[in-house]
């Protein structure tokens, strides 16, 4: 039947499907009847990208637990596409796994035939229990999805709809180990003007590791990776953070990526967004040591932690789902070098210890109750002693179900540092926590403690299934000394916050429209002093249409918050109250192009207003290529942007602000050309650039003040503060898979970056002057090769 566009209606077109096994594998052949077979879709790509075409999905609940599953797919190209179902709805397109498929067209449709290695399958029995199963069928054309059994888009749960296949019996024992060594030869240059006695112009160098995978039981699997390589990862975006709080940055290290829904504990969600205990990306993270130079020093500093070594056990006991993850980086030291003199080393990050245990209690209504718990243990030495030597964090959550419909979840969750007294008092004085706050009435700086302890915890109650609406109601809060960034990912502690969501939908198509939402937001949040952080409300909707374009828009308006944070450990200060709207419009992704935009803008109606400006399309001129091209351009006058914290000669604090006019323009560009579905080119770049001047410098006077005129006064600030910097970044990647589980991979990437003090943009002269920074590139050659025991 069809899921969409109209949910339970017959299919337009026929399918069969057969499904077989023999001791080692599982086959399933799925026949795709086309009453028009010269309109089939097969775009050619690299493997897992999504594309418009005509897809054939075969997805296997192995474990039978209603909530994980195992995705195959395929589409007429004979480009494969699988990924991992976890919680019901949640899925991992990362998980590769290595199985077998062929696809042929006819006259009467095409059809797909795939062989489903049993290795690749956990399963909670094996003497022939039933197994979840569901087939879904995409027409591309049609935008057209039709799957056996149903699976509703107005369920709450997407693995607990699967039906049943009886009769599956593992005569075989399946392989348990799977081995992928590789090799690496990698090749960095820096440009003439970078090279010093630290830095040489190339640095080549080469390194072994391995991948493990091993069935410990047939529903229990080890992951272990030996001197981890992620030289084929593209480069991170560039920001210009301007912002009191930290900037989030999405994991792609493939190891870490795969499995990732294992080790969620949600705390902090922005729009389906999440962040929590566990941080992945805190694993081979930069070094937070810096090291102070005088003239004639020179440093060269490693960009990232090295990982020795790191492992996961991930799978099923009993009825608890259940994870395990430890790593280890090895300490890393900047090099010091003289032009006279001895060359030197410094300690800029510690040798440290990471551990992750998860574990879920499932219940057959799909409610669940869980912990999880973490820790990060440092060896420290000097330079890296303002570290803390151990970090812990663990919490319980649960998500209740009541009735088919509704929900009931939660968490409650606690952390505990510990370090020396000048390590702790750094932690209760950076922004996370800001103690010194001097009108901060419930918080005081201890700088003779030797730990830091914190809680946090939220509960909410929801209406998460059904056809027209849905519901939820938030309330939580974080301890003035909580802090999970040692492992997790936190911007700030010390705040209790409450949001209400109510949305009405159709899925019923009409004559012009095929889906649309409406969305009502409220929220608020406060510090523990009862300072209003942040209070509005938002109301959006979207909607498809007939022809598969896509429109939404949303206004916005928030009261006027109260900053604690925004004077880095000062006192708080008043904002204003403003106004925002944003849109979007997709045109058919079907098409051979296809443009899109984004919109944003804010006004507080005293001087401060944002603009955000997005255009972007793509170009298929083929089957196998495909061209994007975006632009991000971001205006931000913004009249009270906090410049620096200053001391006159009597020591007392200046808080300086100023009006900004800020502009960054970024352009992106990716090239997909897929010359096989085993061989494809990814070519990524990015020039960037963001400039600032400031005017009207003044200073907090009563940052309280209801009246805007009487928070600042004149100051006499003798720095310029004006800023432009510019960045290129470039990433490309040849990927060839020359037998199942086995690549190579040639990678080329680049990053330019420079910085000046022309505040002003002008597009000829920054964009102009990107490609004469000096580059810094690096060649990399990864080979491996995947065995089967």
């Known amino acids: 039947m069809q899921r969409e566009p109209a949910e339970g209606a017959a299919p337009s077109q026929r399918t069969e499907v057969r499904v077989a096994f023999d001791a080692t594998a599982l086959y399933v052949a799925v026949r795709a009847f086309d009453t028009e077979a010269s309109q089939i879709v097969g775009l050619l790509t690299r493997r897992d990208q999504r594309s418009p075409s005509d897809w054939i999905r075969v997805i296997v609940d192995s474990y039978h637990d209603r909530r994980t599953a195992y995705e195959f797919g395929v589409n ?48 909670s029995e094996v003497g022939g229990a039933p197994v979840g199963f569901a087939v879904v069928r995409e027409i591309g054309r049609l935008a057209e999805t039709s799957t056996w059994p149903l699976l509703p888009r107005s369920a709450n749960g997407y693995v607990s709809s699967f039906a049943d296949i009886q009769g599956l019996t593992l005569t075989g024992t399946p392989k348990k180990l799977e081995l992928s060594p590789y ?203 303002f570290l803390p030597n151990s970090a812990y964090t663990g919490g319980v959550d649960y998500d209740w179900r009541v009735g088919r419909n509704y929900s009931v979840s939660g968490f409650w969750a606690g952390s505990r540092l510990a370090g020396s007294t000048d390590a702790i008092t750094q932690l209760q004085e950076n922004n996370v926590h800001a103690f010194q706050r001097p009108d901060a009435g419930h918080l005081d700086v201890d700088q003779s403690a030797s730990s830091l302890g914190g809680h946090g915890g939220a509960a909410s109650f929801g209406k998460i299934g059904g056809e027209r609406t849905r519901f939820s109601a938030y309330y939580g809060y974080k301890s003035p000394g909580f802090d999970m960034n040692d492992l997790g990912f936190q911007r700030r502690a010390d705040e209790r916050f409450m949001s209400h969501w109510l949305q009405v939908r159709n899925d019923t198509p009409g004559q012009y429209v095929r889906s649309f939402r409406w969305n009502l937001n409220q929220y608020a949040g406060w510090n523990f002093d009862g300072d209003r952080l942040w209070s509005g409300a938002n109301v959006n909707m979207h909607w498809v249409f007939q022809n ?152 907090v006077t009563n940052g309280r003040a209801t009246k805007y005129t009487e928070r600042y006064q004149p100051y006499a600030y003798e720095d310029e503060p004006d800023f432009n910097i510019r960045s290129f970044r470039t990433t490309n990647v040849l990927r060839w898979e020359y037998k199942p589980g086995s690549a190579l991979f040639i990678v080329w990437q680049q990053r330019r970056e420079g910085d000046g003090e022309d505040g002003d943009f002008r597009f000829d002269r920054d964009f102009g002057g990107i490609f004469g920074l000096p580059s810094h590139n690096v060649f990399l050659v990864k080979f491996s090769y995947w065995l089967n025991m």
């Open 183 to 385: 090799s690496v030869g990698r090749l960095a240059t820096a440009p003439r003007e970078d090279v010093t006695p630290a830095i040489e112009a190339t640095d080549p160098g080469g390194s072994l590791g391995v991948d493990v995978k091993y069935a410990v039981r047939p529903n229990l699997t080890l992951s272990a990776s030996a001197n981890p390589d992620f030289g084929q990862v593209e480069a991170d975006p560039a920001v210009v953070n301007l912002d009191a709080f930290e900037s989030f940055f999405a994991e792609r290290r493939p190891f870490f990526v795969e499995g990732s829904g294992t080790f969620q504990f949600n705390i902090d969600c922005n729009d389906g967004n999440c962040t929590g205990l566990f941080y992945s990306r805190r694993i081979g993270r930069a070094p937070q040591g810096e090291v102070d130079t005088v003239d004639g020093e020179y440093v060269a500093s490693p960009d990232a932690a090295t990982i020795i070594g790191a492992a996961k056990l991930t799978g099923r006991v009993g009825r608890f789902s259940v994870g395990a993850l430890s790593a280890v980086t090895t300490d890393e030291t900047a090099v010091i070098a003289r032009a006279v003199g001895p060359t030197t080393t410094q300690m800029v990050e510690p040798l440290t210890g990471y551990t992750v245990l998860r574990a879920r209690r499932e219940f057959a209504n799909q409610s669940n109750l869980g912990f999880m718990a973490t820790s990060t243990n440092r060896r420290l030495a000097d330079g890296v002693d």
């Open 548 to 699: 598969n374009y896509r429109i939404g828009t949303g206004v916005n308006y928030n009261a006027a918050p109260m900053r604690d944070r925004v004077t880095r450990g000062g006192p708080a200060v008043r904002g204003n109250r403003n106004v925002s709207t944003w849109y979007y419009a997709d045109l058919d992704d079907r098409r051979s192009i296809f443009p899109g935009y984004n919109g944003y803008h804010e006004v507080d109606g005293l001087g401060t207003s944002r603009h955000n400006i997005q255009p972007r399309i793509t170009w298929r001129p083929n089957g196998t290529v495909s061209i994007s091209t975006g632009i991000r351009y971001n205006i931000n006058n913004d009249d009270a942007q906090w410049v620096e914290n200053v001391e006159d000669t009597i020591g007392t604090p200046h808080y300086v602000f100023g009006r900004i006019r800020q502009r960054t323009a970024a352009m992106t560009f990716r090239v997909n050309y897929t010359l096989t579905p085993n061989l494809s080119i990814q070519s990524y770049a990015e020039p960037f650039v963001s400039t600032g001047a400031y005017t009207n410098l003044r200073e």
């Open 76 to 123: 007429p190209a004979g480009v494969r596409h699988d990924r991992y179902w976890f919680n019901d709805n949640s899925n991992d397109d990362s998980w590769d796994a290595v199985w077998d498929v062929e696809v042929g067209r006819d006259a009467t449709g095409w059809r797909a035939e795939f062989r489903i290695p049993f290795s690749q399958l956990r399963f």
